[in-house]
């Protein structure tokens, strides 16, 4: 029997949620599926969170992923941007733990490395790469798309390897790598969610 397994890849964002779905058989990958969810014409935030949320829910219930592979926001100057990816990013991965599915994050530039062998590489690069490798006919007009199937693809790239991200097996794993004792004379433990933070 095929050992079979398909990937959701995520890249999260409040503007425009990018994601892409392949299928692994035997160590070779195809691609399935590439996607975004707009989010431009929503003004209120918690909004946009409950249909990143939603949207999320709806392509694990649709597509049954066997792993997710979401990439992290990247640190920047922007202190409010940082935070509104990283409050976009923890919705997606709570959606995937609550139906039990591995996560695994990537920083942007691990991503970059994994599909074109230059972790500086622009978005148009890497969507050209993809669409060589995996035989697309054409490419969206948003790359946001493309940067959640690059999500995927490196993940399957990175099978095997130990050093492959932060990831979660799901919600107890999540919390129990997010929880840090509290200095003495407080509660016992504080749950402290890193949602941007990653390995270099």
């Known amino acids: 029997m095929a050992n079979e397994r398909i990937i959701l ?5 409040t503007t425009i ?10 160590k070779k990958m ?5 996607n975004e969810l707009l989010l431009q014409k929503y003004s209120d935030p918690y909004t946009k969170l ?12 649709t597509h049954h992923p066997d792993e997710i592979a979401i990439e992290a926001p990247f640190y920047g100057k922007n202190v409010q941007s940082m935070l509104k990816l990283g409050r976009a ?9 609550s ?9 942007p530039k691990k991503i970059k490395m994994a599909i074109t062998g230059n972790g500086n590489a622009s978005k148009e690069q890497v ?3 993809l669409q060589s490798t995996l035989g697309l006919k054409s490419l969206p007009k948003n790359l946001d798309s493309t940067d959640g199937l690059a999500a995927a693809v490196c993940h399957f790239y990175q ?6 991200g932060k990831s979660y097996s799901g919600w107890g794993a999540f919390v129990k790598q997010n929880s840090q004792p509290m200095p003495k004379g407080g509660a016992k433990h504080s749950l402290q969610v890193h949602l941007g933070k990653n390995k270099n």
Do not use: C, H, W
């Not at 890849?9 to 964002?13: R, V």
């Not at 990013?89 to 733990?97: E, I, R, S, Y």
């Not at 139906?99 to 920083?107: N, Q």
């Open 89 to 97: 990013q923890g919705v997606a991965m709570a959606a995937g733990l």
């Open 99 to 107: 139906r039990e599915i591995p996560i695994t994050e990537y920083l």
């Open 9 to 13: 890849g995520i890249d999260p964002g």
């Open 127 to 129: 969507a050209k790469m």
């Open 50 to 61: 409950k249909l990143i949320f939603e949207r999320t829910i709806s392509l694990i219930d």
């Open 159 to 164: 099978a095997g390897r130990v050093d492959v």
């Open 30 to 34: 195809e691609f399935l599926q590439m």
């Open 17 to 26: 949620m990018g994601f892409g779905l392949i299928r692994v058989v035997n």
